[in-house]
């Protein structure tokens, strides 16, 4: 009985160098099946799926890069964590340095900001893949204030002007804001 086992585990540790992605040896009921490398090199989704989840996810991350930097703008704080969830080096550096810059100056932001982004452009076939995000930013209501009396900072009137993004695909799966320009020269 015990040779049996022993050569039945044999044949089993055989055949499962021999097929490797196929099965395990087992007696049925316990056999599971993996995957095979044709499975793993199969051809993705759909792509028009495919695009359409990479818009949503990069006009996702624009959208949270935004409210990131809000909500980091307004308390002061260029090391809030919710920056590093949407933003991504260079731009994350810059959005930082921005609001050490104001803090150090004894200046926040406060108000509300208007957002109406659009995708220009995706390229899923470069690595990384990218999405461009072209923006009407409206900044009229969002002001560069003195934190101790709240009068605004002479010379920083806002206005409605053409901001540009890119979202990359980062190797983790993540989306992220890396790049960005409010184009002051150019109103909407």
Known sequence: MRGRQLRRAAICLVAAVAAMPITGCASGREAVERPTAARDNEPPTDPDVERQAAEKAALGAYSGYLAASRAAAVRSDPRAPE???FLADPLLTRVQVSIRDAKEHGAMRTGT??????????????KPATVEIQDCLDTTRYRLVYAKDKRPVPGSGGGRHLSTATATRYPDGRWLINAGTTHRDQPC
């Open 83 to 85: 920056l590093s969830r």
């Open 113 to 126: 900001l208007q957002s109406d982004p659009t995708v220009t452009a995706v390229s899923l076939d470069t």
